[in-house]
């Protein structure tokens, strides 16, 4: 029942409600200013039927570093842990912005305003990855009834206009390794690489793994039998420290697939496999035995900031102008199944895309690239004739 009094001239009325659902703590709605008692009592009769029927929205102070605190805390429990750093990451910026703010206070134009301006320091996929993160914030406000509007409604992902220079650095930087680049590549790789750098990389190029994929293989994945290999995990270390590391499940459902294995490359499993054995009795007090394929001397898997390692040092021995990172092998992958005539499909189910939109994209960039080389192969085979 609702409490309906007078302040000086005019009335007022107070009405309980519910815990605050953050704070715990019982609140309740106050307003003043009417002129008569009637007034107060009728506002406060629909406040109260409000309430009923479950629409109206608590009144809070909380702040938006307070609430986000709050979110982050229960999306962890939702969430694989490389999610949760990737959202805490994002987080980061709001937080810089809007932490001392009451999280009613936020207006959908200060919101477009701070991403479209961080959107000029930031990459398109960082900042998709904040307004994801913003997003998520927001709802689970109003899934509280601590709003009763997302800021982030109506937000427009604020578009970067390029340079001349940055379209044309990455027309050069291109994202994978022709055949015959890949070929010196390997060369190069056999030639000069350390420990197990030749292996990682023929199974990158020769299987279109991703990196973490990889680097979580044991040998209870590979059938020499049937020649496949099962993919169900990635591996996951932020720090890239040596025993800090994690398997987590892979990044999409589809992602979990067997794919076929080439015969050379089913042969330098085998011959790794033996060396290995003989590095496990030699290194048997410390060995780890976890039955890592891509296992360093102590038995823990090789972690990626040592990969990107390895392959910028011989990289450097490589006469091409190429921005190569270890993701490059999976499109170069992409681009030897097209050259072998894969359709669409079969690319798909290869690289495990759960959005068969993704497949199409890199098919047809890498479709032009075929036809481009075609186009030339056919000139110098037909230069003369005429």
Known sequence: MAHIHKRGDKWA??????????????????????????????????????IVEGTVIHETKITFEQFATEWAEYYGTQAKISSVRARSIAMKHLLSEWGHLPLKKITRHMYQSYINALS???????????????????????????????????????????????????????KFLELGELRSFLAITKEHGLHMDYLSFVTLAYTGLRLGELLALKWSDVDFT???????????NPNNGQTAYQLLTPKTKKSVRTISLDEDLITLLKKHRLGQKALKMKQRLVYQDNNFIFAENTGHPRNMKQVMNRLNRLLKRLDVDKHITPHSFRHTHTSLLIEAGAGVKEIQERLGHSDINTTMNIYAHMTKNVEEETSKRFSQLTKGIL
């Open 13 to 50: 009325y107070i009405v309980n409600i519910a815990q605050d659902p953050v704070t715990k703590k019982r609140k309740q709605i106050t307003k003043s200013g009417f002129r008569t008692k009637k007034e107060a009592q009728l506002a406060a009769n629909k406040i109260e039927e409000a």
């Open 120 to 174: 000029q320091k930031f990459s398109r996929n960082y900042i998709d990855s904040i307004h994801t993160t913003g997003n998520m914030i927001f709802k689970h406000a109003i899934r509280k009834d601590l709003l009763s509007r997302n800021p982030t409604e109506g937000f427009v992902m604020p578009k970067k206009q390029e340079t001349v220079e940055e379209i044309e650095e990455e027309d050069i930087q291109e």
């Open 226 to 236: 049937k020649k496949t290999l099962r993919i169900t995990k990635t591996y996951y």
